[in-house]
């Protein structure tokens, strides 16, 4: 990747001197941002050194980046390597999409910045409060609005979320759909800041119960195997997955490593998902067969 310091030779100079003329300290990471992003979208940027680009053609670029990259494309960007946006940066992200009446988009960074700048104590709980969750976007949102009407529809959601205990029930309960079909009903007559706030709670509690029970999941697979091996069972009947009826359970193992680290952004849809979910019973079945004497 090409070195932050190719565009801002400036940070090499002591504070104060050579400093980019017009733009706010903080909006250096923001600009960085846009080269990273627009270069994962084959865009790359225009300004061989952005310290004497025009301010104005700098904005159109922003701007085309904004109108070239979709949601999703924005959602996988970010948590592929959360390095790359500062909180300032999130900020300044947040509210440039806030100006552009990017509902979307806006809700990606919110939700994001939570998942990365919550308090640790926040992921010791099954839960958090919509006050201390108002508490950290504060700096993005501002404070919130009165309590809606459908708030308790989405607490609901929250508290069925805090019960489960596979990562099943995800699936078999439909709480991904729910969820999204409650934020689109929402979203129809606009996302103010308590509805921001709400849903990137929700978003987070999603993340974090999905991520706690995705490890599990893990854990109990790879236990699996090793009880397999323990048997002197090396090979799985895998053809329920479209694989040979003759996998080596080696190989599973290094499958399992590989799925360490989920990408969150698209767990409902996402092959891995449901393949690490029908291994599950693969591997369930297989363990209640007869030992081979």
Same mark, same amino acid.
């Given at each position: 990747m090409v070195s932050r310091l190719h565009y801002f030779p400036e940070l090499l100079t002591p504070k104060g001197q050579g400093t980019m003329q017009n733009a706010h300290a903080t909006d250096h990471g923001l600009v960085w941002?846009?080269?990273?992003?627009?270069?994962?979208?084959?865009?790359?940027?225009?300004?061989?050194?952005?310290?004497?680009?025009?301010?104005?053609?700098?904005?159109?670029? !922003?701007?085309?980046?904004d109108t070239r990259v979709t949601p999703t494309e924005l959602r996988r960007f970010l948590q592929d390597d959360e390095g790359r946006?500062?909180?300032?940066?999130?900020?300044?992200?947040?509210?440039?999409?806030?100006?552009?009446?990017?509902?979307?988009?806006?809700?990606?960074?919110?939700?994001?910045?939570?998942?990365?700048?919550?308090?640790?104590?926040?992921?010791?709980?099954?839960?958090?409060? !919509?006050?201390?969750?108002a508490d950290v976007l504060k700096p993005v949102l501002g404070e919130l609005t009165a309590n809606p009407e459908w708030l308790p529809d989405l607490e609901e959601l929250?508290?069925?979320?805090?019960?489960?205990?596979?990562?099943?029930?995800?699936?078999?309960?439909?709480?991904?759909?729910?969820?999204?079909? !409650?934020?689109?009903?929402v979203a129809s007559k606009g996302l103010d800041t308590t509805a921001l706030v709400a849903f990137a709670r929700f978003n987070y509690l999603l993340r974090k119960t999905f991520?706690?029970?995705?490890?599990?999941?893990?854990?109990?697979?790879?236990?699996?195997?090793?009880?397999?091996?323990?048997? %002197?069972?090396?090979?799985?009947?895998?053809?329920?997955?479209?694989?040979?009826?003759?996998?080596?359970t080696n190989e599973l193992f290094q499958m399992v490593c590989e799925w360490k680290?989920?990408?969150?952004?698209?767990? %409902?849809?996402?092959?891995?998902y449901q393949r690490?979910?029908?291994?599950?019973?693969?591997?369930?079945?297989?363990?209640q067969q007869p030992e081979v004497v």
């Open positions: 941002f846009y080269v990273c992003l627009g270069k994962s979208l084959g865009m790359e940027c225009p300004f061989p050194d952005l310290k004497t680009a025009d301010p104005k053609q700098l904005a159109t670029w !922003l701007d085309k980046v946006a500062d909180d300032p940066t999130l900020r300044r992200l947040a509210a440039r999409f806030r100006e552009q009446h990017s509902p979307d988009k806006l809700f990606i960074v919110v939700a994001e910045y939570l998942y990365r700048f919550s308090p640790e104590w926040f992921q010791e709980q099954s839960t958090v409060s !919509l006050a201390d969750v929250i508290q069925e979320l805090s019960a489960y205990e596979h990562l099943h029930q995800f699936t078999s309960h439909g709480i991904f759909d729910r969820g999204r079909k !409650l934020k689109a009903r991520t706690t029970l995705w490890d599990a999941e893990l854990w109990w697979i790879e236990q699996a195997l090793t009880e397999l091996e323990s048997r %002197a069972e090396f090979f799985v009947d895998c053809t329920e997955i479209g694989q040979s009826p003759i996998v080596p680290r989920p990408m969150f952004s698209d767990y %409902a849809q996402d092959v891995t690490v979910q029908k291994i599950r019973q693969i591997l369930d079945n297989a363990l």
